[in-house]
Every structure is written in C-alpha cells, then in structure tokens.
C-alpha cells in the first residue's frame, strides 16, 4: 500500500513538474526580456497611459490603465 502511494505521489510529482516547464517555455515574454525598454514608442505610449491614469478616480482607473496599456500592446506587438 505504502509503495503504491509513493509511486503515485512520484507520478503527480513529474507530471506537474513537466507541465510547469512546459508551459513557461510557451510563453511570449521571459522575465529578463527586456528588449521592449529599447522602443522609445511603446515605453512613451505606456508611460502616457500611466500618467493620465494617475488623474482618474481609483475605481476608474484600474480598466482604463488596463484597456490602454493592450492597445499600446497591439500598435506596437500586434498581441
């Protein structure tokens, strides 16, 4: 019984391990690309998004920083 629960916690174990790395290699941006610091454009439209959110009420905001901050996504990365 014992070793029954072992290889099954084992298979559990290298299942959600495998899935982990796989789905961080799927993904578009890596935590150390920073290649986006190099597009004055993108950095100039997020920081825009940004200062004119700071004059918004907390409660709006939160979308429109959100919403803005994907379209410069898609002018600029098409994503």
Do not use: E, K
């Not at 299942?15 to 796989?22: A, C, E």
């Not at 920083?65 to 898609?74: E, K, M, P, Q, W």
């Amino acid at each position: 019984m014992t070793t029954s629960r072992i290889a099954l916690f084992a298979l559990t174990a290298i299942l959600g391990l495998g899935s982990l790395v796989g789905s961080t290699t799927s993904s578009h941006a890596y935590t150390t690309d920073f290649r986006w610091a190099n597009n004055t454009g993108y950095v100039n439209c997020v920081q825009g998004v940004n200062q004119r959110g700071q004059a918004m009420r907390p409660q709006m905001r939160g979308p429109y920083v959100a919403d803005n901050t994907a379209r410069c996504n898609r002018m600029f990365y098409g994503r």
